[in-house]
């Protein structure tokens, strides 16, 4: 009676485990691992969201003695039209990424992973008067990322380039 027990138990977690994996490998839209959009994204006074006190988030107005969530802000002269038209083109040049919003300077994009689909948000703001284009990335969940997010925006500052 019990091998039975524990082999359905076995027998139901295979189950749901290729369940999963049916429904990673074939998902092209939301997925379990998008969640929802946060709310705290977007420009106020000038200023891009905090960045997350976990490690797998950087932007470019964290505090500069902050080497985990720190990355550097990336320079661009030629006004707010050309300057967004470059972001929006350099985004949109990149696999995996969609724009969502643009409004103004400002313009937001989810990336997704290609295999488990999780969602990073990532956001973009021109600061007409010092020439720099903002940034901030950040995964939507977990708490490490492998240094994705830095990479990407590394990956967008050449673009832009």
Known sequence: MLKRALLAIALLFFLVIAGLALHVATATGDTVFSWKRPDNLGVK?????????????????????????????????????????????????????????QDGSYLYAEYRSKLMRFVDDVEFFYDDKAGLIHVRSASRLGRRDMGVNRARIEAFRARIR
Request: proline share 9%.
């Open 45 to 101: 006074d000038g200023r891009l969201a905090l960045p997350k006190s976990t490690p797998n988030c950087v932007s470019s107005q964290a505090d500069a003695a902050d080497a985990e969530h720190y990355i550097a802000p990336i320079p661009f002269k030629g006004g707010v039209p050309a300057a967004m038209a470059a972001v929006r083109n350099a985004v949109e040049g990149m696999t995996d990424a969609m724009v969502i919003r």
